[in-house]
Structure formats: C-alpha cells, structure tokens
C-alpha cells in the first residue's frame, strides 16, 4: 500500500506543510495557509483526507480550519469572538477588508482559542483555552460544549501555568467511545467513561510516601503527581497504560490515570513538554528534556537530544546523532513532537526557532528537513494511504 506522508506545522504565523512524500524525502514546504492565523494543533484522518487546524487568539477569537482535499483548500469555522469583531462592528471599511458579518457565533466570548483537537470515533473534539472541551459530530461544522468537564467540582480551584489554563492533551480509548482523558495545565488528568457526562481526577502518586518533598509549586506533593501536565499519550495494544511528561518529571500510569508511577530517573532533567509513545510498541517512549523552567527551556548543555525508553520508563538513552551539539537554544513545545506508524517507525520534531527534525529509524539518526518557519507551535505526521 502507498502512503504520502504530510507534517503538519502550526505557527504564530499559519499552517505550513512539510510534504515527505511515499519515500519520506521530498520535504518541500507549502505554506502559509489559514490565512496566517496562529496554530496552536492540528489533526486529520489519513483514511478520508480530512485535515483540520485550530487555534486564534485575542484578536481573531477562536476557531477550527477544515480541509477536505488533504490541505489544498482550507475553510473557517469561527467559534468566539476576537477584538477584530469589535473593530469591525465600528468600522465598515475594515469590516469589509475581512469579509466579517455580525453572525452570532456558537460560544460568543467564552474562550479565546483552540489548544488541542482530536478525531475519533467519528467525533472531533477540541480543548480550550480557558480549559475546557468542545465537540463536532459534523467534521467541524457545528459544535457542542461538553459541561460535565467544567462542572467538575474542582473547576472553581484550577491554576493556570505560565500559558495560562488550557486544555492540551485529549486521549481516547481505542474500542470504547465513551472513555476519555484530558490534560489541563495546571489542574491535572481528568477521565470520563461515560462520554463527558461526568468526569473523575486522576493524579494519584502510586507510592506517596516515597515522594519526598519537593518545593517546586508544580511538583509532585500530597500524594499527586504535581497538577502541571504538558503532554499525554496512550500506549498503543494497552488501553489503560498512560504516558505523560508534567512540568516535574515524566510519568507513567498501567490503570488508566487511577495512579502514577515517577519514570524521571535516567533523564537529565524533570522538565520537558512532549511525550511521544512507538505506534506498536507500549514499553517504548521519547520525550525531549530541557534544562529546567527558570533556566531557559532549552536543552541541558546547550546540546540537542531526545531521549528513548524501550522498557517503559526504566531506563533511558539519548539520542544524539544528527542533531545540534553546540549552543543549541531551541524549546520544543508540548505538540511539537509527532510520529507516523511506519516500519521502522518516523519520528518528527519542531522548534520554537522553526526547524524541523526528522528521523526515519525511530531516532537514531536526525535530518533537518525545514528550517527558518515561523516560531512553531505543534507538529502532527499524517501518511494518507
């Protein structure tokens, strides 16, 4: 079967295609697409060739791109309003440079941007910002809020991180439509398994009393992992085995979030953004470690390295051949790592300084296949077949 594969790069500046091709060496770059509108994630079904980018901001408000032609043609689905929508109201010159109307949009000014989407189960789904879920039975064209994860009754307690409160991080379970994980920075893992109706917190340290104690506001204390989660991911053959990198340390949980296990030891910090699991192998993890929050976020030496597990979190190895090292400042943000389901496995990377890295044999060796993008958001690898 022949696959053509698309990175999808979302930037402060628009969508940007990083096209492979079948043999995964094309790299030419389309782009900017969605009319430059910041990107903060992108998703698509290789099956249908439906692609979708979400993002904005305070001046457009937010909304979701759709592309059924594998990005070819993009349309906008406007969910909240912007300060453009205020300017334009008083301006009919500047209302008719945007094309802009006084359509009521679906959730007026309730949020400010898309963080996060996911497609399954024949669903979309989208995190915000502020945190909270909305979902598409449509493909994208209209969309319902999910109130039971907002109602929770920890909701009038969650702390934003240096990003503020947002929802990143969306995981489903692969049979069961009604099983769901989100991620929340700064409140934590929350499941539902009845469909969004009602929603549990799972942060539960598996060994509490071997914490110790950590003065770090977003490390693990109380019994709880720390409630600044950047990236999750499931394990693929394993419905309930969980990955996640928080803002202190790497963590991994076998029931489905009802507790955690610290994996961190091996790495050469606790703080890093993604997480990214092997598509057919559940004990194998990469996540990118940076030197720490307050000392620049960027990799420990000033030397690039993505770091692997092939045993679950026991041991690590970094993964160095290929990449820059020497004075090497880049962050790699929490969607900015992807990976299609090739043999060997690709693995993909994007930096806040708009490169993109590429490596075909699961890591051991890295390409800079783009470079000089805008400062790069999130990257997903989509291999239409």
Request: negative net charge; charged residues 20%; aromatic residues 10%.
């Amino acid at each position: 079967m022949s696959h053509d594969l698309h990175l999808l790069v979302g930037t402060t500046k628009g969508l940007f295609i990083v096209h492979g091709g079948t043999d995964r060496n094309g790299w030419d770059v389309t782009g900017p697409l969605c009319d430059g509108w910041p990107i903060n994630h992108v998703a698509g079904c290789a099956r249908t060739g439906h692609l979708w980018a979400a993002g904005g901001g305070d001046f457009h408000g937010a909304g979701v791109w759709h592309s059924q032609d594998r990005g070819q043609t993009w349309a906008l689905t406007r969910l909240t309003r912007g300060a453009m929508d205020q300017w334009a109201a008083n301006d009919p010159d500047f209302a008719a440079i945007v094309g802009w109307d006084d359509t009521p949009l679906p959730f007026g000014d309730d949020f400010a941007q898309i963080w996060s989407l996911s497609f399954a189960h024949g669903r979309l789904y989208a995190g915000t910002k502020p945190a909270g879920l909305v979902a598409s039975a449509d493909m994208g064209a209209t969309w319902e809020k999910i109130p039971g994860l907002t109602d929770h009754p920890s909701a009038k307690d969650w702390q934003g991180g240096a990003a503020g409160l947002v929802l990143h991080s969306i995981v489903h379970h692969p049979e069961d439509a009604q099983k769901i994980w989100v991620g929340i920075s700064a409140a934590g893992v929350f499941a539902t398994e009845d469909g969004g109706k009602t929603w549990d917190r799972r942060n539960r340290l598996s060994n509490a009393e071997s914490c110790g104690h950590h003065d770090h506001p977003a490390a693990p204390r109380d019994g709880e992992t720390g409630h600044c989660v950047h990236n999750m991911m499931r394990a693929p053959g394993h419905a309930d085995l969980l990955y996640q990198q928080n803002h202190h340390g790497v963590w991994r949980s076998p029931d489905g979030g009802r507790s955690w296990d610290d994996i961190t030891a091996g790495l050469p910090s606790t703080f890093g953004f993604p997480i990214r699991v092997h598509p057919r192998d559940g004990a194998t993890i990469w996540t990118i470690p940076l030197n720490g929050d307050m000392a620049g976020r960027f990799p420990p030496d000033a030397a690039a390295a993505v770091w692997r597990s092939r045993d679950g979190g026991q041991t690590w190895a970094a993964q160095r051949a290929g990449l820059p090292q020497k004075a090497c400042f880049f962050t790699v943000l929490r969607q900015a790592m992807a990976g299609d389901t090739r043999d060997p496995a690709g693995l993909y990377f994007t930096t806040n300084s708009g490169s993109v890295f590429a490596s075909l044999d699961e890591g051991e060796q890295w390409r800079e296949v783009a470079r000089h993008l805008p400062t790069a958001l999130c990257l997903e690898a989509v291999d239409f077949t």
